[in-house]
């Protein structure tokens, strides 16, 4: 047991040297080194020069992701890419679309270019609201979906002979319900029309209950299929006395989108209602799906529909000078 003893007091005697040993040459290894920077040289750099050279020349190159391209230079690009314009400013309608077309963002679709007008109109007064189909001379829409709501066998055959692509009653009736519906219109007959009664809370909000206004509520099923099918679209104002409706895609021309904004321009002049005398256009803005909106001053469009209007009627009454 003695023996024991003596040899564990020795072992910890040797534990307690040694760790003042290596103390004391940490202590001297750190004296050398502030004593080598002070020379100008580093320790580092007399231990393992291979070492520090390699060291250097890592701590030298800029930082990469995996992709092996610069995330400063990453950074620079995207922020150069960003629209710059100044959102108080009104812009004529050309130079707001090229802006639009020229600015990239993050989307890996082709967007679709939006046009808002404001206009000096009371919602709470029926007889003022917009509620109206419009066919633009550069339709938006490749393939417009019209659905035919009945279960008369006669009126099913003309539908289908139109081109309607859904028809039906009881499945058109759950396809409302769990809203899983693509079409766009939906086009009936007075004596099929009751039974959408039960989804009306669904259709009405979206503007698709079959009215006489719309020409989606009549007895000629063929017209209306084959009329709709042509790439009509819905244009109503919000609450807030905005219409709203699609100019084209962004990979569309400058000129496409000129033309369908200036002839919606003059859709809405002529659905001006009877109260309002003056001020009937308040704003007009411009956006992409993933883009900012950018205001537009609304003299740039009265000038080219004014120009339209003189074209017009410049080469109508040459026709009329010939004819006669």
């Not at 959102?87 to 639009?100: E, F, N, P, R």
């Not at 309607?164 to 009653?169: E, K, S």
């Not at 100019?247 to 904004?261: A, F, H, Q, Y």
Request: overall charge positive; glycine content about 6%.
């Amino acid at each position: 047991m003695q023996l024991l003893k003596i040899t564990s007091s020795c072992r910890g005697a040797l534990s307690l040297k040694g760790h003042l040993v290596r103390r004391l040459f940490t202590q001297v290894r750190v004296e050398n080194s502030s004593l080598g920077s002070s020379d100008g040289h580093s320790t580092v750099k007399e231990n393992n020069p291979v070492a520090d050279a390699a060291s250097l020349q890592h701590s030298d190159k800029p930082k990469t992701n995996p992709s092996g391209s610069s995330s400063l230079s990453k950074v620079n690009v995207s922020n150069a890419a960003k629209l710059v314009f100044d959102k108080k400013q009104q812009y004529a309608i050309d130079k707001a679309l090229t802006m639009l077309k020229e600015a990239s963002t993050s989307a890996g679709f082709d967007e679709t270019i939006e046009v808002c007008f404001q206009l000096n109109i009371d919602d709470r007064k029926p007889e003022q609201r917009i509620k109206h189909k419009i066919l633009y001379p550069v339709s938006p829409i490749k393939h417009t979906l019209v659905a035919v709501f009945t279960k008369d066998p006669q009126e099913v055959q003309v539908a289908q002979e139109a081109g309607a692509d859904y028809i039906g009653y009881e499945e058109l009736l759950q396809r409302i319900r769990k809203r899983r519906f693509k079409f766009y219109w939906l086009v009936s007959t007075p004596a099929s029309v009751k039974g959408l009664a039960p989804v009306s809370k669904i259709l009405g909000p979206r503007g698709m209950m079959p009215t006489e206004k719309m020409g989606t509520l009549t007895e000629d099923i063929d017209f209306a299929v084959r009329e709709f099918k042509k790439g009509y679209l819905r244009i109503e104002n919000d609450p807030d006395s905005n219409v709203h409706s699609v100019l084209g895609k962004k990979s569309w021309s400058v000129e496409s989108m000129i033309t369908n904004c200036c002839y919606l321009y003059e859709f809405l002049s002529d659905k001006k209602p009877r109260a309002i005398k003056k001020n009937y256009f308040v704003g007009l803005t411009v956006s992409s799906t993933m883009g900012p909106g950018i205001q537009v001053d609304l003299n740039s469009v009265r000038e080219l529909v004014n120009k339209k209007r003189q074209d017009d009627f410049k080469r109508s009454s040459k026709e009329t000078a010939m004819l006669a």
